[in-house]
């Protein structure tokens, strides 16, 4: 009874799971809703594949089509035409699996829960136990700033507070993806910055894919490996801007790792190190207008540099 074939075994099998599949892929499509004033033509001919890994925001004008997306990847709606598969399934399967944490313009609580048990429903519904509920709740409320909150009711907290809980939510199951759509919109600059810097840092360390809908372009620049700029009627995307970045603590500084090429990709060690000083930055600066001119489809007058289009 010798069994030496066991001996070389693990060495394949421990081999690190190197992630290839897509975290989201959009393939030609369109979505038109029928209204009684007629038809809508709310997106056409999109094609976005997002790395595992990956930050890509979502930038343009109101009305074009940007939650419409958000909702289809998140299989809240159907595709009229094309396909879309999330981690290659299904949206409605990657639904069932959990695969997503998801946090939109409206925060979406339950009203009858505290702010710790609303936080603390994906992991009920994934069968955590109490002791790690409670422990990892207590984590995420601290890191959004509402520990002396979790016994509160959402109607007794600020709308900032509100959405602060639905992002604590969104990522009490540290999914693969997490589907955000103006999370921060309801925020105050200062609470909105330290947001910024914590999903920065969470998505790196956890290495989850982000699709993040905003209106404001130093946001998407600062958090985002490429942002998609979009046009209205009907809403296709009219720019894909990859963000690089010189200078100390930014992503160009790591020359050794290895860029995840043109089509995007996930350079989470990078993002890592994105850190305040970024803000300033000259290459920030040169990328906000990088952004601006693809929203604006022609170059922006010098002296408008920096500034914030909303
Ligand atoms: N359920 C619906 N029925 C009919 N039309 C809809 C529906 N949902 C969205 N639309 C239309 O589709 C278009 C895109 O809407 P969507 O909400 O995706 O825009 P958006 O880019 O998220 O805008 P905003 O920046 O203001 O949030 C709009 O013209 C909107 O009126
Ligand atoms: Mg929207």
Known sequence: MSAPENAAAPETLSAPAVETVAAVEVAAVDKVFETRGGL?????????TVAAGEFVSLIGPSGCGKSTLMRLVADLDAPSAGTITVFGKTPARARLDQEYGIAFQQAGLLPWRTVAAN???????HGATSADRKAKVA???EMVGLA???DRYPDQLSGG???RVAIARSLAEQPRLLLMD???GALDEMTREKMQSDLVRISAETGAAVVFVTHSIPEAVFLSDRVVVMSPRPGRIREIVPMRFAGAGTAADDAGAAGPGATGGADTAARARRTEGLREDRSFFDM???VREALHGAPVAPGARGVETR
Do not use: N
């Open 40 to 48: 809508v033509h709310a997106l056409e001919g999109i094609d976005l």
């Open 119 to 125: 936080v603390a429903l994906p992991l009920e519904l």
């Open 139 to 141: 984590e995420l409320l």
């Open 148 to 150: 002396d909150f979790a």
């Open 161 to 163: 507070m509100q959405q």
């Open 182 to 184: 103006e999370p921060f």
């Open 288 to 290: 906000v207008t990088a």
